[in-house]
Each structure stands twice: as structure tokens, then as C-alpha cells.
């Protein structure tokens, strides 16, 4: 229990940018951090390299920090896995199998997603945005995609952070997020595929700009 608690919290202060890109993480200063011994520390490390978090820097590890090419290819899969995760969603939809309840959710967090980034409250809008596209995946009921995109999504929300500023195309993203909740709820399984790569590689364009003009 404790050793999965600490994985938690690691991961979190990861996200967060407690640890930047980069950074080298020793197991005595993050035990002290969250007030725990070693070993759970020790796992936790074991099992964040496992997930992609953290990356093998001589003896120690690394917060992961991909970049250029890298990070165009995992956005490329990421593109790839929500245009499989909202073509399903929208199967099951026009199948009869998503509650209307389901769908309200969703929309509700588009448009707290949409609040956040126009208020400029950007650490939660990452949080937000991320917690929609989850939540399409977690409506495809396909549980290979959602893990392995919540694996793609921990890199990339870690390698971009250091360039995160107010979205020039803060209606764009809005009307995009649209665009997919539309077509999921009108159960058009193409036109949801369509919308969710569209998003992602819009997204993956705007990030590089972004860290090419903090560089």
C-alpha cells in the first residue's frame, strides 16, 4: 500500500513540475520530500521507469524529457490511439450503449476546460483537458488504448509543461473539443476518428511552436 501511495505522489509531483524535464531524482532526498523510507521509493522509481516517467541517467534516473522527434512520434500514437479510442466511443454510442448522463459529462468538461484556459488557470486547464480525452477513452471500454494512452499522455504533459503559456488558439482547441463531442453523440464513428487525430496533431504543431519560441 504505502509503496503504491508513494508511486502516486511521485507521479503527481512529476506532473505538476515539482520535478522538472531532465532533472535527477536520488532516492534520500525524494524519501525526505514525501516522508517515507527508501524502499517504497525505490519501487516507485522502479515502476515509473516501467511506465515512461523516468529514464536511466548513469547510475541515477531522470524525469523523462522528450524532445523534437521523440515527441512527434509518441504524438503521432497518441493521434493514432484517440482516433481509435472516439471512433469506438461513437460505436457504442450509435449502438445505444453510452447513458445520456455520460455524454452530459462529457460536455460539462469541455466546457470547464474551455473556462479554465480562457481564465488563464492553466495548470488546471492541462488537468481538465486531459480528464476529456480520458474520459472519451474510458467510453470506448477498450482498457489497452486508455492504459496506453494515459502512459503517452504522462510523457507528453511532462516534456511540454516547461513551455505552457496562454494557447493563442484557445477557440480553436474549443470549437475542436465540439467538433468531437459532436460527432460521438451523433454516433458517427468516422467523423469522431477524424476529429480526435485532426485535435491531437493540431496540438502536437502548437506545442512545438510554443517550446521553440521559449528556447
Known sequence: M?????????????????????????????AETLGVSRTPVREAFRALAADGLLAAAGRGLRVVRLDGEELSQVYRVR??????????????????????????????????????????????AVRLNRGFHRRIAELAANQVALHALDRLWDQIQVST????????????????????????????PAA?????????????AADGTAADDKE
Open 2 to 30: 504505502q509503496t503504491e501511495s508513494t508511486r502516486l505522489r511521485l507521479r503527481e509531483l512529476i506532473l505538476d513540475g515539482h520535478y522538472p524535464p531532465g532533472s535527477r531524482l536520488g532516492e534520500v532526498e525524494v
Open 79 to 124: 493521434a493514432a490511439l484517440e482516433a481509435l479510442t472516439a471512433e469506438l466511443a461513437a460505436e457504442r454510442q450509435r449502438a445505444g450503449r453510452l447513458a445520456p448522463a455520460e455524454l452530459a459529462d462529457l460536455a460539462a468538461l469541455a466546457e470547464r476546460t474551455h473556462r479554465a484556459t480562457a481564465d488563464g488557470e492553466l495548470t488546471l
Open 161 to 188: 509543461l516547461r513551455s505552457l503559456r496562454p494557447p493563442a488558439r484557445t477557440a480553436l482547441v474549443d470549437a475542436q473539443h465540439r467538433e468531437l463531442l459532436d460527432a460521438i453523440t451523433a454516433g458517427d
Open 192 to 204: 469522431a476518428a477524424a476529429a480526435a487525430r485532426r485535435h491531437v496533431l493540431d496540438t502536437r
